[in-house]
């Protein structure tokens, strides 16, 4: 029983690491934290908007799905270099 609680307290460890390094990038890089965050906003505004600007609507939201995650694989980079 021992041997389990140990290997959920390093994985819980290891899980808050994770985050709290993700957090360190984020405030490294507050312009790509903030542009993930108007990404976001921008693709729930044309999800939900009734029109489809002009047939732009799905190549937009396909973009903006692609530089969110482009923009994580950034911060995450970043993380994974910072703690070498």
């Given at each position: ?20 390094s ?6 490294m ?7 993930i ?8 505004y044309?999800?939900?908007a ?6 732009h609507?799905?190549a937009?939201?396909?973009a ?9 694989f ?8 910072d703690?070498?």
């Open positions: 029983m021992k041997f389990i609680s140990g290997i959920v307290l390093g994985a819980v460890l290891t899980l808050g690491a994770w985050t709290l993700a957090q360190n990038e984020k405030a890089h507050p312009r790509i934290a903030a542009a965050a108007q990404l976001k906003d921008a693709r729930a044309m999800e939900a009734p029109h489809d600007f002009g047939g609507k799905a937009a939201i396909s903006t799905d692609n530089a969110i995650k482009q923009l994580g950034a911060l995450a980079y970043r993380a994974k270099e703690r070498k």
